[in-house]
């Protein structure tokens, strides 16, 4: 069990934090997100979705989703939660990898799923989402998991062509810490780690030459093909699984009815997301590849295989990292077995 303490950020946002929605809702959860404000997956989920939650529970609960950092630094959402600065988080599980291995397996099985429908599959009926709140029952009690899953396989954003994992050589790479630096070391490439704010001027300035990043639309949405015009679609390596979680007391004092609208609505939001981005993901590279701007690389399945096969090196090495590292690890396998994916 982590020992819960308050980091001058986190006391500030207690001292500061004040109700900013204009939502009409009697209540109004304050999520804090993983996205950027300029992400289009937050624009949709706004528009299209948060309304929606309030009409579902007939005007007695919506939620306010906020950006990433916007009110604690992203490490700190769990933390945040338990002392009632956020009311809950719709955030990357990979951020907590610092804290047990297992998050990083749980957050992204790198070349791992083919879609993130399956990761959707995987939350919700292959014991995925059970598998997290174990994790957060160690290390975090006191935090609901209201669900978890994946709405997008990430494009690769770079300024040079990277046509197969040879090519990752000397690649100076943003990457996420944990497993996914691991499986670009192993490829021979040098992984940075810093925030997604910081991508863009970053391969501007020539810091990184490629970055994990985002969903082609949010990539697009953000600029980064401006200055990287080398995409990898679809994507090769990662397909975060980001989680919605609340306060195990904001959820306790949600009525039954409240509680089954909040399950039910974060499951159609992410396969409305999901829908969403497979749809404006494909017509965005339609409009690129036409334009020509940009040389969309899809890599051929030969090379898929062979990243995905030193993939699978690096879970197996993560999964003995802890004991629950080697539980995730067997329930992402035990799934992909049934599912016909290994």
Same mark, same amino acid.
């Given at each position: 069990?982590?020992?819960?303490?308050?980091?001058?950020?986190?006391?500030?946002?207690?001292?500061?934090?004040?109700?900013?929605?204009?939502?009409?809702?009697?209540?109004?959860?304050?999520?804090?997100?993983?996205?950027?404000?300029?992400?289009?997956?937050?624009?949709?989920?706004?528009?299209?979705?948060?309304?929606?939650?309030?009409?579902?529970?007939?005007?007695?609960?919506?939620?306010?989703?906020?950006?990433?950092?916007?009110?604690?630094?992203?490490?700190?959402?769990?933390?945040?939660?338990?002392?009632?600065?956020?009311?809950?988080?719709?955030?990357?599980?990979?951020?907590?990898?610092?804290?047990?291995?297992?998050?990083?397996?749980?957050?992204?099985?790198?070349?791992?799923?083919?879609?993130?429908?399956?990761?959707?599959?995987?939350?919700?009926?292959?014991?995925?989402?059970?598998?997290?709140?174990?994790?957060?029952?160690?290390?975090?009690?006191?935090?609901?998991?209201?669900?978890?899953?994946?709405?997008?396989? @990430?494009?690769?954003?770079?300024?040079?062509?990277?046509?197969?994992?040879?090519?990752?050589?000397?690649?100076?790479?943003?990457?996420?810490?944990?497993?996914?630096?691991? =499986?670009?070391?192993?490829?021979?490439?040098?992984?940075?780690?810093?925030?997604?704010?910081?991508?863009?001027?970053?391969?501007?300035?020539?810091?990184?030459?490629?970055?994990?990043?985002?969903?082609?639309?949010?990539?697009?949405?953000?600029?980064?093909?401006?200055?990287?015009?080398?995409?990898?679609?679809?994507?090769?390596?990662?397909?975060?699984?980001?989680?919605?979680? =609340?306060?195990?007391?904001?959820?306790? *004092?949600?009525?039954?009815? @409240? +509680?089954?609208?909040?399950?039910?609505?974060?499951?159609?939001?992410?396969?409305?997301?999901? +829908?969403?981005? *497979?749809?404006?993901?494909?017509?965005?590279?339609?409009?690129?590849?036409?334009?020509?701007?940009?040389?969309?690389? *899809?890599?051929?399945?030969?090379?898929?295989?062979?990243?995905?096969?030193?993939?699978?090196?690096?879970?197996?090495?993560?999964?003995?990292?802890?004991?629950?590292?080697? @539980?995730?690890?067997?329930?992402?396998?035990?799934?992909?077995?049934?599912?016909?994916?290994?």
């Amino acid at each position: 069990m982590r020992i819960k303490y308050l980091t001058p950020v986190l006391a500030a946002a207690a001292l500061g934090i004040t109700a900013l929605s204009v939502s009409a809702a009697d209540r109004v959860l304050k999520i804090q997100t993983s996205s950027n404000a300029s992400h289009a997956s937050l624009a949709y989920l706004n528009e299209e979705w948060v309304p929606k939650l309030e009409a579902m529970t007939g005007g007695t609960l919506t939620v306010e989703l906020l950006p990433i950092d916007s009110v604690v630094p992203r490490r700190e959402t769990p933390e945040a939660i338990g002392v009632g600065i956020l009311d809950g988080d719709l955030t990357s599980i990979n951020y907590f990898s610092g804290i047990d291995p297992a998050f990083a397996l749980m957050g992204d099985l790198i070349a791992g799923y083919d879609s993130a429908d399956q990761i959707q599959a995987y939350c919700a009926q292959g014991g995925g989402k059970e598998m997290l709140q174990k994790l957060f029952d160690t290390h975090y009690p006191g935090v609901h998991v209201v669900g978890c899953g994946a709405y997008a396989r @990430e494009a690769f954003v770079s300024k040079v062509p990277i046509r197969g994992v040879a090519d990752f050589k000397g690649i100076k790479v943003r990457s996420p810490e944990g497993l996914a630096a691991d =499986v670009f070391k192993r490829v021979g490439a040098a992984p940075v780690s810093m925030s997604g704010s910081e991508t863009y001027s970053a391969l501007e300035k020539g810091v990184i030459d490629a970055a994990d990043n985002s969903a082609y639309a949010n990539n697009d949405a953000n600029g980064m093909h401006k200055v990287a015009k080398y995409p990898i679609f679809p994507g090769i390596h990662s397909t975060p699984i980001l989680q919605f979680t =609340v306060g195990q007391a904001v959820w306790e *004092d949600l009525t039954p009815a @409240e +509680q089954a609208a909040l399950e039910t609505w974060y499951l159609a939001a992410y396969n409305g997301l999901r +829908q969403h981005f *497979d749809r404006l993901d494909r017509q965005l590279v339609a409009r690129d590849k036409a334009a020509g701007e940009l040389e969309v690389i *899809d890599w051929p399945q030969a090379e898929r295989d062979a990243f995905r096969k030193v993939a699978q090196e690096a879970w197996a090495d993560f999964a003995a990292q802890s004991p629950l590292a080697k @539980e995730v690890y067997e329930s992402h396998v035990k799934f992909m077995k049934e599912a016909g994916l290994l």
